[in-house]
């Protein structure tokens, strides 16, 4: 029989085999990734993009519901920042951080994919926050805010663009310069 430290070995074992801790050749990773960004550009605000383009088309109540959700939106995001912005910041930084070194001074790949989806999106963070702060200080409406939703999501869409491809990079130089079984 074996003993339990060998059962527990075993099973530690068929858990690492089953998720697969080795990011950048993993499927998964790669749908998590593009999953993340495409839902990143089709909220803008919280508000998805299609009722903000058929309010732009059509008018109507779609007009109002946009505009009532980016004022609920936008007033969140800012008592959020208002209230707790240094925390948010300052635990930010230290996840970030400990990500970038446990990932690229200490070569720990789970660390590396966690660092290359989570620091592109503080910049999309950031960016929502300045343009809910845009959107507060100059109470836009209308072709106005239509505007600034557009441009947010452009700006989402080149941030991701450049996230994939440097994910991309990194992750085909990590699969081939670890080889086909991580050795």
């Known amino acids: 029989m074996p003993s339990p430290a060998r059962v527990a070995l075993e099973l530690t074992d068929a858990l690492f085999e089953l998720i697969d801790m080795r990011s950048f050749s993993n499927l998964w990773f790669w749908i998590a990734l593009a999953v993340m960004w495409s839902t990143a550009s089709h909220w803008v605000l919280g508000v998805p993009y299609d009722l903000v383009m058929r309010a732009r088309r059509d008018g109507g109540r779609a007009v109002v519901d946009v505009e009532d959700m980016v004022r ?94 440097v994910t991309a990079m990194w992750g085909m130089y990590t699969n081939l310069a670890l080889g086909p079984f991580g050795f």
């Open 72 to 165: 609920i939106n936008v007033e969140r995001l800012l008592y959020i920042g208002r209230m707790s912005g240094l925390w948010l910041a300052g635990l930010t930084c230290f996840l970030l951080t400990g990500l970038g070194l446990l990932g690229f001074v200490y070569f720990v790949e789970f660390a590396q994919a966690l660092f290359l989806l989570l620091l592109p999106m503080t910049f999309v963070g950031l960016m929502s926050l300045n343009t809910a702060r845009l959107i507060h200080d100059t109470a836009a409406s209308g072709e106005m805010l239509y505007k600034r939703l557009f441009r947010h999501r452009v700006f989402v869409q080149i941030i991701g663009m450049v996230s994939i491809f």
